[in-house]
């Protein structure tokens, strides 16, 4: 019983930093993406915005799910 439990908590402890580690780097890629944006002129630059963004949203409710469901 003992052994379940400090399990539960390693587990939820490595899903909580994985979550804030994808979390910070799909910060720092929609910052690269938005300098690359200003600085490369192309059509195709709002769909990458928006995938970059969709990206944080899904790091954000990731992060959120992990923190009270898991």
Request: proline share 0%; aromatic share 14%; no cysteine.
């Amino acid at each position: 019983m003992e052994f379940n439990y400090i399990f539960n908590i390693f587990f939820k402890i490595f899903s909580l930093l994985a979550a804030l580690i994808y979390l910070i780097f799909s910060i720092v890629l929609l910052k690269q993406i938005r300098i690359m944006v200003n600085t490369l002129k192309d059509s195709l630059n709002l769909v990458i915005i928006l995938i970059s963004d969709l990206q944080l949203i899904v790091a954000l409710i990731l992060l959120i799910l992990v923190m009270f469901f898991i």
